[in-house]
């Protein structure tokens, strides 16, 4: 069964540290997006990409954060000058139509 | 504004039928799904409605009423393995984002 695949599991990184996670979609997916969970608390969606752009992204994506799709098959999304704040489980997700399926996340912390 | 309203805690025991009620208000909606995660796990799909009614799935059912902005999951002969988080969530177009609820956390008891 295709799956997202996501690197690294866990990444811990100092504050003012720019980190950058790694995620593989399912290939004939159009799009990706990323998510973010804080411990304890709702998926929330930051950032969607189709056709090698942008096609929308959240309030708390901000000028800290950018998604890259480098090749074929990679997409990234980089955090610069990481706060404490962003420590939080990092979902890649990529869909078809309506199911969108979920990597098993990075849980990123800042230290 | 965009929210989902969703129960935080449902409890049942094995055996039974449990039913997640999710009211939605969002500027934008192209269906409603559920997604299901173990421990903080990846979210799982479990089911999808884009028109009014049932959709059945084995052991899981949704159902949605756009008119209401309402939808709710069905989950019979519960089993161990289904206490996990539940979350509806609002697509908002195809290929669109996922506007997510707080979940809802199921505990089956023997």
């Known amino acids: 069964e295709p799956e997202v695949t996501q690197t690294p599991s866990h990444q811990v990184t100092q504050m003012g540290q720019e980190v950058i996670l790694r995620c593989v979609p399912i290939s004939n997916h159009l799009y990706f997006y990323w998510y973010r969970q804080i411990l304890g608390q709702k998926v929330e969606f930051l950032v969607s990409?189709?056709?090698?752009?942008?096609?929308?992204k959240s309030e708390i994506f901000d000028d800290q954060f950018s998604v890259e799709r480098p090749d074929g098959s990679n997409f990234t999304l980089k955090i610069r000058s990481t706060k404490l704040e962003d420590s939080a489980m990092y979902f890649c997700?990529?869909?078809?139509?309506?199911?969108?399926?979920f990597g098993q996340g990075t849980r990123l912390t800042v230290v | 504004g965009q929210s989902l309203e969703q129960p935080s805690e449902v409890t049942a025991v094995e055996g039974a039928i449990v039913q997640i009620n999710c009211t939605y208000q969002?500027?934008?909606?192209?269906?409603l799904s559920w997604y299901q995660q173990h421990d903080g796990g990846a979210p799982t799909f479990l089911s999808y409605n884009a028109l009014d009614g049932l959709e059945e799935t084995g052991r899981f059912s949704s159902f949605l009423s756009r008119s209401d902005s309402y939808g709710y999951l069905l989950l019979q002969e519960l089993q161990m393995k289904d206490s996990a988080s539940y979350f509806c969530?609002?697509?908002?177009?195809?290929?669109?984002?996922?506007?997510f609820g707080q979940g809802t956390e199921l505990s089956v008891k023997p």
């Open positions: 969002t500027s934008g909606f192209y269906g």
């Open positions: 969530a609002v697509n908002h177009n195809q290929g669109g984002k996922l506007i």
């Open positions: 990409f189709y056709n090698n752009e942008i096609s929308e």
């Open positions: 997700a990529s869909s078809g139509i309506a199911e969108a399926f």
